[in-house]
């Protein structure tokens, strides 16, 4: 294997970190409200929340291509504003990495958030903390395994991407051609020696991420109140 051969790896590795700090960011605020809101509309956001979990990648890839093509207002505003194009791009591989891996993030958070309750919140309350103090020094510290479970799975939901990727993105070399895509096309050149060594490392990637899941889940047990 070459090092040109790792630079889908290395690229893999940004669009995943950067797909899990992005979600962290906007999915624990999503799954916060899921977990606590008593809306009609619940049922509803947590549909669309899990789509992707049902979804065929290549559906979901094609509507982000119709939503971030240039003649999109999205992907209008976002030629006019940076000069590029998002399909095509490693921007447009973020977007659709974020859409794809939503409930990865959204799902475990919520799930830790329902069981921490409204107790440790309302005592904090009473202690005259805000609820946004609350939030970090209460209600987040008691649902880490949330957390760390959701930030994985997370990043290695992105790692294992192919449809939407190639839909968004296509096989663009430094740009868009990531470890998923490389198999791929290693495959299909009848490379299978370069194709058997990338597949290793997603495999031993998997099984370690799994292992660490379950570690986790055994060390640091959500406190139900």
């Given at each position: 294997?070459?090092?040109?051969?790792?630079?889908?790896?290395?690229?893999?590795?940004?669009?995943?970190?950067?797909?899990?700090?992005?979600?962290?960011?906007?999915?624990?605020?999503?799954?916060?409200?899921?977990?606590?809101?008593?809306?009609?509309?619940?049922?509803?956001?947590?549909?669309?929340?899990?789509?992707?979990?049902?979804?065929?990648?290549?559906?979901?890839?094609?509507?982000?291509?119709?939503?971030?093509?240039?003649?999109?207002?999205?992907?209008?505003?976002?030629?006019?504003?940076?000069?590029?194009?998002?399909?095509?791009?490693?921007?447009?591989?973020?977007?659709?990495?974020?859409?794809?891996?939503?409930?990865?993030?959204?799902?475990?958070?919520?799930?830790?958030?329902?069981?921490?309750?409204?107790r440790p919140l309302e005592?904090?309350?009473?202690?005259?903390?805000?609820?946004?103090?609350?939030?970090f020094t209460v209600a987040?510290?008691?649902?880490?395994?949330?957390?760390?479970?959701?930030?994985?799975?997370?990043?290695?939901?992105?790692?294992?991407?192919?449809?939407?990727?190639?839909?968004?993105?296509?096989?663009?070399?430094?740009?868009?051609?990531?470890?998923?895509?490389?198999?791929?096309?290693?495959?299909?050149?009848?490379?299978?020696?370069?194709?058997?060594?990338?597949?290793?490392?997603?495999?031993?990637?998997?099984?370690?991420?799994?292992?660490?899941?379950?570690?986790?889940?055994?060390?640091?047990?959500?406190?139900?109140?």
């Amino acid at each position: 294997m070459t090092l040109a051969d790792l630079d889908p790896l290395w690229l893999t590795v940004r669009l995943a970190g950067l797909t899990t700090l992005i979600l962290l960011v906007v999915g624990t605020p999503l799954a916060w409200w899921l977990a606590h809101t008593r809306s009609r509309i619940k049922f509803l956001a947590e549909a669309v929340t899990a789509l992707p979990l049902v979804l065929p990648p290549t559906v979901i890839g094609f509507y982000l291509l119709i939503v971030l093509n240039p003649n999109a207002p999205l992907g209008a505003a976002w030629v006019n504003l940076t000069g590029s194009t998002l399909t095509f791009s490693f921007a447009g591989l973020v977007a659709g990495s974020i859409v794809y891996s939503l409930p990865f993030m959204v799902q475990p958070l919520q799930g830790a958030f329902e069981l921490v309750g409204r107790r440790p919140l309302e005592a904090a309350a009473t202690l005259r903390a805000s609820p946004f103090d609350a939030f970090f020094t209460v209600a987040a510290p008691m649902a880490l395994r949330g957390f760390v479970t959701g930030a994985v799975l997370t990043f290695a939901h992105t790692v294992g991407e192919f449809g939407v990727v190639l839909m968004v993105g296509g096989n663009i070399p430094g740009r868009t051609k990531v470890i998923s895509i490389a198999i791929y096309e290693h495959v299909e050149t009848i490379q299978y020696a370069q194709a058997h060594a990338l597949s290793a490392i997603l495999l031993v990637f998997s099984f370690l991420v799994l292992m660490l899941v379950y570690g986790l889940n055994r060390r640091f047990p959500v406190h139900v109140v």
